[in-house]
């Protein structure tokens, strides 16, 4: 008989903007989500805005204001510890923890 264990993460969709409320971050960057006034704030103290979308509560935009940097999909984690945002427009993907 064999046992096999995985190391990884099972992550799924966001279904409600609230569940990325807190601190989030990774060993390259770290940031506050206030889902309360749809803003994200970076360790730098630059504050981006949040927008998800009604019909896709996974999906998100993050913008300067009138600059939109990204769209992505955020999931996240069974136990709400860690969250992965995958942009849409680039091949790319990044996991932050709960701080």
Sequence with gaps: MFTFFSCSEDY???SSISEIEGFWGNDKKSFRVDVE???ITCSDSTLLTLTSRL???SKITVSTGSIMLFDAYVF???SGSSI????INKKESSIYSKK
């Design 12 to 14: 799924r969709k966001i």
């Design 76 to 78: 996240i984690d069974s």
């Design 37 to 39: 006034k749809m803003i």
């Design 55 to 57: 019909y896709d509560r």
């Design 84 to 87: 992965k945002i995958s942009k």
